[in-house]
């Protein structure tokens, strides 16, 4: 196998301009992709799932999401620990929460989508530009042009809120780190904090 040459397997057509991609991770089900468009002109939902038959051997399009009208920035699927459905992720004027259940169609060989918005939140006020994942799946992080990032978790009811919001503003502290003291500056705090026990031993000797 060489590796420094790659060749063109597939090819999917959106018709309009594509701003990002993810893959669905999950090993469960078949391989599946989200598109994110970020034409002003196109016309339906904004965000287009593709799945891959394997007995066509090619990609189709199963669902064009029209819970998002308005131009996107970044989708990203949620890692998937044993969830029977997906949680897609995306970034436009606001942040949505999308929950994706497969439904198996015989007649196509392809999944039918059960499509649900657990949770929808603006309040970065202004565009999102990336939101991300953590390893577990559980929890959200946004950033936006109002120079935060927000992380967003879900309760057991699947109720979904706001639990922290780190800003890119040098001098205020981030969420969760000691305040710095009098002459120092935040990012001088955050280093301290992050020094591990030893260390701050030895440059007290």
């Given amino acids: 196998m060489n590796l420094s040459q790659w060749q063109l397997l597939n090819e999917i057509s959106t018709k309009n301009g594509c701003s990002c ?16 468009i970020d034409s002003q002109s196109s016309t339906g939902g904004l ?20 819970q998002c009208s308005d131009p996107v920035h970044d989708v990203a699927f949620a890692p998937n620990l044993g969830r029977s459905y ?3 992720a995306v970034a436009s004027k606001d942040v949505r929460i999308l929950m994706l259940s497969p439904v198996r169609d015989p007649a196509t060989s392809l999944s039918k989508l059960d499509i649900r918005q657990p949770a929808q939140f603006d309040d970065h006020l ?10 577990t799946g559980t929890i959200l992080a ?3 042009d ?7 978790k879900a309760n057991h009811l699947d109720n979904w809120k706001c639990i ?24 001088a705090a955050a280093m301290a904090a992050s020094k591990p026990p030893w260390l701050k031993d030895v440059q007290q000797l």
């Fill in 126 to 135: 202004s565009q999102v530009w990336r939101v991300e994942w953590n390893i």
């Fill in 164 to 187: 922290s919001v780190l800003k890119g503003d040098a001098s205020a502290p981030l969420s969760g780190l000691p305040s710095a003291p009098s002459g120092r500056s935040a990012s």
């Fill in 146 to 152: 109002d120079g935060c990032v927000r992380l967003y």
């Fill in 142 to 144: 946004s950033s936006g």
């Fill in 86 to 88: 997906h949680m897609l």
């Fill in 47 to 66: 965000v287009q799932i593709y799945e891959y038959n394997e007995t066509l051997r090619k990609w189709a399009r199963i669902e064009n999401l029209v």
């Fill in 21 to 36: 991609i993810t893959w669905n991770p999950s090993r469960a089900h078949p391989p599946m992709l989200a598109v994110g």
